[in-house]
């Protein structure tokens, strides 16, 4: 019975995630970006000034979290598995080309975080326990006015909370100790569980503190490690760019373990990653970004834009040039082991393989505490705030869970139900767009004095 109901969601997630969804995810970007007339790019420096350098925004009550901590905690739930093993999958499927088609998922997802951010933050609302409440569920319901499509949404989410964004990640980190370090499944799973229950049982509040804490430390130490190699294969950097821009839009040929590719698919590879690692268009990061402390939707937008900037344009690019400089991306492997062959070849030991285990704990930890939320507010909007102490409850234990069990089904269900977040939440941001556009520029003008 089990393997027939991962065969049909298997099947089904194949259906939800073709090319019309990557289509629209992208399109959507494409559409949004020229409406804001590339605000992303002329914006992109004043996005990460307001981020990482201003941080605070004074004269404003509203929020529970600065706007640097909920940048944190949406990067958390982003920066995941994905970063290491998705990048390393679309390059060993599609080729090196399949980077440069991330980072065109990412540069117009970008504008698809940005709407999300502002429209999240404009129909935000206090819930009965003096928080914010906000994402897609509030701006489908209340913008839209389809509080049923809203109901969707966050059916879905709190659903793929306990997948995507609990026990696959609670399961990779349980098996990349036991590879590594030789510890237990359960022991980790036990680990994990107080660990997670510890931050998220203080709500919003305490997952911002940990994770504006933990996400620099975990981005900055892989990035380093990864320039290391780089850096130790400096005379292989003009190829990555050779190989990326030629691949991208040209066949590429068979070789080593490599069996070749299409243009298509390695587009096809590039976007289904991009997607799935900065998760611009899904509609789960605009649920942090609502618990912002901030006067205006748009300088929230302009932080949370910065999300995709990094997940995709930056860490996403330290695994594809690692695999590429390392001239192992046609080796037949593919995943975490591709990432973690390419690291110990380019630091010439094994202890690639414990910066690539180091890196995929706290990936999938920082993404445990996000989706924890995101989880949380769906079910609150579903059932209401009663029932917030037992989903954390429940949520904790489900960790522990996770790191002991197969996950086949968990793992086709979850992709189901990530795409099936993906729908309301376009439709929303499309049928919303003039919002957006107005809100925006209200705020370029009155208080930038500048014209959109």
């Known amino acids: 019975m089990q393997q027939k109901l991962v065969a049909f969601f298997h099947l089904l997630s194949n259906w939800i995630w073709g090319p019309p969804m990557l289509i629209l995810l992208v399109g959507t970007g494409v559409f949004l970006t020229i409406r804001l007339k590339g605000l992303q790019f002329r914006a992109l420096v004043h996005s990460l000034y307001l981020a990482l350098i201003k941080r605070k925004e004074n004269n404003s009550t509203a929020g529970d979290i600065s706007h640097f901590q909920a940048l944190m905690t949406a990067l958390a739930a982003t920066v995941g598995t994905g970063n290491i093993a998705g990048v390393a999958t679309a390059i060993a499927a599609g080729g090196p080309g399949a980077l440069f088609w991330m980072w065109i998922t990412g540069l117009f997802g970008m504008a698809t975080k940005f709407s999300e951010a502002i429209l999240a933050v404009k129909y935000r609302e206090v819930d009965e326990l003096g928080t914010m409440s906000g994402g897609p569920m509030y701006y489908i319901s209340k913008g839209l006015g389809w509080k049923w499509l809203g109901v969707l949404f966050a059916?879905?989410?709190?659903?793929?909370?306990?997948?995507?964004g609990n026990m696959v990640q609670s399961n990779s980190v349980a098996d990349a100790m036991e590879r590594t370090f030789h510890v237990p499944f359960w022991t980790t799973g036990v680990i994990l569980a107080i660990a997670t229950g510890l931050v998220i049982i203080g709500g919003i509040k305490s997952i911002g503190r940990v994770t504006s804490f933990l996400v620099p430390i975990m981005v900055v130490f892989y990035i380093i490690a990864a320039l290391i190699v780089i850096i130790l294969e400096y005379d292989q950097v003009p190829k990555i760019f050779l190989y990326v821009f030629r691949q991208a839009f040209t066949p590429t040929a068979a070789s080593g373990g490599f069996l070749g590719a299409s243009v298509m698919l390695t587009i096809r590879m590039g976007v289904a990653r991009g997607v799935f690692s900065n998760e611009s268009g899904l509609g789960s990061s605009p649920i942090a970004a609502a618990a912002a402390i901030t006067k205006y939707p748009t300088t929230q937008a302009l932080v949370s834009m910065t999300q995709t900037f990094i997940d995709t344009i930056v860490v996403c690019s330290m695994t594809g040039f690692v695999i590429i400089s390392t001239g192992l991306w046609n080796c037949g492997e593919t995943g975490a082991e591709l990432t973690t062959i390419a690291f110990n070849a380019g630091l010439r030991s094994s202890i690639g393989s414990i910066v690539v285990t180091i890196g995929l704990i706290l990936f999938a930890y920082s993404t445990i505490l996000g989706w924890s939320y995101y989880g949380e507010k769906s079910l609150e909007y579903l059932l209401g705030a009663?029932?917030?102490?037992?989903?954390?409850?429940?949520?904790?234990?489900?960790?522990?869970?996770?790191?002991v069990v197969e996950l086949q089904l968990v793992w086709s269900l979850a992709d189901v139900m990530n795409g099936l977040m993906a729908l309301p939440n376009l439709i929303g941001l499309l049928g919303l767009s003039g919002v957006i556009f107005n809100e925006t520029r209200h705020y370029f003008q009155h208080e930038l004095g500048k014209k959109l």
């Open 155 to 164: 059916v879905f989410a709190s659903v793929a909370a306990f997948g995507i």
């Open 386 to 403: 009663r029932w917030v102490m037992p989903y954390r409850i429940a949520f904790t234990i489900v960790v522990a869970v996770g790191a």
